[in-house]
């Protein structure tokens, strides 16, 4: 229901935006911004805007995938509580995902930044350490193991981060894939163990 929840608001608020712009630009990441006139809010307000349809359908897709499964993996081991460290999970991958931007272009006004997907990863890899066994499939065909695809989105996402100049922020894929895994562990030490015996499972 919470990831529901979150899909319902960021479909709202980034479908207004695409027609009102002045409403999207209000609400981008902008390091500059940031850094020049303290506009805070845009450390958790790109993540509720994307650049368009598509964009906005695939980082909404793999949320829905994986968002309700890490929520109650959470609410499983925490309770009630388990809904506040899943809110935050989701909106300290917003915010973390894109600090090493802020600091890369915080004097640089021309650059933007928008989307969940600082957020959707570390959704994703928080997946991945409660079950790193399940499988997950590229296009409904190409189906590995979590903790395979993991280790390939982070070298891909890493490498591109330093290569690419595809108007991609791969670094916000990195970096919220890392946050999504050390969150869930700091908050949710039993995960170590049951991630430790699920990949003893998967190769035998």
């Given amino acids: 229901m919470l990831t529901i929840l979150i899909i319902a608001v960021t479909i709202i608020v980034s479908a207004i935006s695409f027609n009102k712009r002045e409403l999207f630009h209000k609400l981008l990441f902008n390091p500059y911004q940031i850094y020049q006139r303290k506009e805070w809010h845009r450390f958790v307000t790109h993540g509720f805007v994307h650049a368009d349809w598509m964009h906005l359908i695939v980082n909404m897709m793999v949320l829905f995938f994986f968002g309700d499964h890490v929520n109650k993996y959470f609410e499983h081991f925490l309770g009630i509580k388990g809904i506040l460290f899943f809110i935050l999970l989701y909106i300290g991958g917003i915010a973390f995902a894109v600090l090493p931007s802020y600091k890369k272009h915080r ?17 994703l890899f928080s997946a991945i350490v409660f079950d790193p066994a399940s499988k997950i499939c590229l ?16 070298a891909y996402e890493y490498y591109m981060g330093k290569k690419s100049n595809d108007n991609i922020n791969h670094d916000a894929h990195f970096w919220g894939a890392l946050f999504g895994v050390v969150f869930t562990v700091i908050t949710v030490p039993d995960s170590v163990l049951l991630f430790y015996n699920r990949l003893l499972v998967l190769f035998q």
């Fill in 107 to 123: 004097d640089n006004y021309l650059y933007n930044g928008v989307g969940a997907s600082g957020a959707v990863s570390a959704i």
């Fill in 139 to 154: 296009y409904g065909v190409l189906c590995f193991p979590g903790i395979l695809w993991g280790i390939f989105y982070l």
